[in-house]
Nanobody, 116 residues
């Protein structure tokens, strides 16, 4: 049974930090590229970070560049998103996504709210 379970979201003040985690099970995690997406109310889902099977990261979108960092631990089947200097516009549900060829899996999402 494939599972992606995100955790670590919550309420944080502007300028603060959060670390999201995603626990994967039920598939060959190290064979999959991993992504973090986010979706704010009324907006389309946005890709915010990608990491390859071996840990290479692709360009981050300008909206998060320099503030967000994705990482993974293939020994633990975990992927992380370190978010620093958070802004109110980062408020969204954040989703973990696994991709390999035609296979794609999604987690249920974790809410991040940036507000004073």
């Amino acid at each position: 049974q494939v599972q992606l379970v995100e955790f670590g979201g919550g309420l944080v003040q502007p300028g603060g930090s959060l670390r999201l985690s995603c626990a994967a099970s039920g598939f060959a995690f190290s064979s999959y590229a991993m992504n973090w997406y986010r979706q704010a109310p009324g907006r389309e889902r946005e890709l915010v970070a990608t990491i390859t099977r071996v840990g290479g990261t692709l360009n981050y979108p300008d909206s998060v560049k320099g503030r967000f960092t994705i990482s993974r631990d293939n020994t633990k089947n975990m992927v992380y998103l370190q978010m620093n200097s958070l802004k109110p516009e980062d408020t969204a549900v954040y989703y973990c996504n696994a991709v390999r060829l035609a296979n794609t899996y999604w987690g249920q999402g974790t809410q991040v709210t940036v507000s004073s």
